[in-house]
């Protein structure tokens, strides 16, 4: 199975997240970043699928800059067997459209069997690039997946999705695209041999004219949405503390509940 995995390089979830001063994007000053989780399970999968299969490839596949070759790293450092970086400053200023664009154009390059997504990016949480992607590749696919089944020779998948109350099994012919979900599997950490093996892994890397995408058709003048503002919410008032014995405390919560608060 030719397995692709595309990973979001996102800010690590403990950041503390304030907007620019143009109010346009986030302040990046001093964050750490790391892949998307939901995009690890997407690399686990696939590696997973490999193992059990005894045969097949992973690539890893990401837009961004040069930060971006450190996400890619991290999944050959995994087990990833290749990694494809796609970088052209003509990007600055793409929206969802092109970036799914541009993904779609790497995809269409290789012969996939398989083609994984995150259910989300956890920094602009659009839900939407995988799903946008298999329409423009027409491929099927299936949404928030949380375990996958291959049977290889006959070129389908079983995929099971919890819907409200109940678990939805999907089958579908391969090749097709899949967003995962929390609890697909359990994303391995990369050994100290595999870190070292990442640095002789294949990394290449692709501009927009590799993939013949034109730049003036990606740019901020194309793009069909455009972010208006980011704010951040409304600053919390500060809590009470209520002092004294659990009976007298109990006593003064309910009297706040009921008197301040009227929810009693
Ligand atoms: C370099 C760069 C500059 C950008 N500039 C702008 C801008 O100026 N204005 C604007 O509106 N938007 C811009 N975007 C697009 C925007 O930031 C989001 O990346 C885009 O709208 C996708 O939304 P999302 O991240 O919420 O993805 P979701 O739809 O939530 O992501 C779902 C899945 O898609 C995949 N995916 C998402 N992004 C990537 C990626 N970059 N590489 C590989 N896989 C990916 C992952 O598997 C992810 O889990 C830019 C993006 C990039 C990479």
């Not at 590696?47 to 045969?55: M, T, W």
């Not at 455009?226 to 919560?253: C, Y």
Request: net charge negative; glycine share 8%.
């Amino acid at each position: 199975m030719n397995i692709a995995a595309c990973i979001k390089q996102v800010p690590a979830t403990e950041s503390k997240i304030r907007p620019s001063t143009d109010g346009k994007d986030i302040d990046r000053t001093g964050l750490s970043y790391v892949v998307n989780p939901y995009d690890e399970f997407g690399v686990e999968e696939g590696l997973k699928i490999k193992e059990q299969l005894g045969d097949g490839s992973v690539t890893a596949i990401s837009i961004g800059g040069e930060k971006v070759a450190e996400a890619l790293r991290t999944c050959l450092a995994v087990g990833s067997d290749q990694a494809i970086h796609i970088q052209d400053d003509a990007i600055e200023g793409s929206d969802g459209h092109a970036i799914a664009r541009i993904l779609a154009a790497a995809l269409k390059k290789s012969d996939y069997d398989i083609i994984f997504f995150g259910r989300q990016a956890i920094d602009d949480d659009s839900g939407a690039i995988g799903i946008h992607v298999a329409d423009l590749m027409g491929l099927p696919h299936v949404a928030g997946i949380n375990k996958l089944e291959i049977i290889p020779d006959e070129k389908r998948a079983v995929a099971n999705r919890q819907i409200e109350g109940a678990t939805e099994v999907i089958e579908i012919s391969l090749p097709a695209i899949f967003t995962c979900q929390k609890g697909l599997n359990e994303p391995r950490y990369a050994s100290l041999p595999g870190i070292m093996k990442a640095k002789q892994k294949p990394m290449t890397v692709l501009s927009l004219s590799d993939l013949e995408i034109s730049a003036d058709s990606v740019d901020s003048s194309k793009a069909k949405t455009t972010v208006i503002k980011i704010e951040s919410p409304p600053a919390r008032s500060a809590g009470i503390i209520i002092e004294g014995s659990p009976s007298e405390a109990v006593a003064e919560l309910i009297r706040l509940l009921r008197e301040e608060a009227k929810v009693l």
